[in-house]
């Protein structure tokens, strides 16, 4: 009689919906140990829409992509001038084309690591090809995917996006307001792009968040702006 599969050598297994447990575990204890391994303690995470390009036909999202290009690059420059890549930071992406593929090529252009959280699609998104190749991951629950956007989180970036990116903002926001983690800055750059899509306004006149909720959130529309942000709350964590 042949021997039986060992439970966790077997793929039917541990592709079943009993083994769920498991696959999430596995996204949780694969990415902390890699992580570890590669000394990653602090994150600026970059967000924005997958569709842009950066020879996009329409000039604002081009212009869009190449400066999340240069944000993340200003970022990358500065860490490496002053040895805070040395403790533990990159710039995060979800990985995949437009902005996402603009904040890793950017910390590539500086030579700092950067690390691409990718998620599995019924349309594949394939990595970009700028991740730092040991920081590259891919994830099946965008729920796990979303606790490694934040976990090494010191502050955040959100570029104009589409439904992943808008969930991702309020995510942040959430777990801001509600005490789940630290208090990071939420920069949203292009000001009247994010003026015109949520009325930020009309959801403190009818109280569904409160004017301190709305603090939480900085507008800008330069990158030298969100840069001296972002740098500002980085100096502010390696000086503890």
């Known amino acids: 009689m042949k021997r039986a599969k060992k439970a966790y050598k077997d793929p039917e297994f541990l592709n079943s919906p009993e083994a769920r ?22 994150t600026v995470v970059i967000f924005g829409s997958s569709r842009i390009k950066p020879d996009d036909p329409d000039p604002e999202n081009r212009e869009l992509y190449w400066e999340a290009e240069r944000l993340s690059f200003l970022l990358g420059e500065w860490a490496k001038k002053n040895g805070v890549d040395n403790s533990g930071f990159a710039i995060c992406s979800g990985g995949g084309p437009g ?24 349309h594949e ?34 570029f104009p996006g589409g439904f992943g990116t808008m969930d991702e903002l309020f995510e942040a926001l959430t777990l801001i307001q ?11 750059f292009d000001r009247e792009h994010w003026e015109n899509t949520v009325n930020f306004q009309r959801l403190i006149q009818k109280g569904y968040i409160s004017p301190e909720d709305f603090e939480l959130i900085t507008f800008s529309s330069d990158v030298h702006e969100v840069f001296e942000i972002l740098k500002a709350s980085l100096k502010e964590i390696m000086e503890k």
């Open 21 to 42: 447990p498991i696959r999430i575990l596995a996204e949780y204890l694969g990415p902390e140990k890699r992580f570890r391994d590669h000394g990653i303690k602090h």
């Open 99 to 122: 902005i996402m593929e603009a904040a890793n090529r950017g910390a590539l252009r500086a030579g700092i690591p950067s690390i691409g959280l990718n998620i599995s699609l019924p």
């Open 125 to 158: 998104q394939l990595p970009n090809g700028y991740i730092t190749p040991e920081l590259n991951f891919e994830f099946h629950y965008f729920f796990m995917r979303k606790l490694w956007f934040m976990y090494f989180a010191r502050a955040a970036d959100f």
């Open 178 to 188: 509600t005490g789940k983690i630290n208090r990071i800055p939420i920069v949203l």
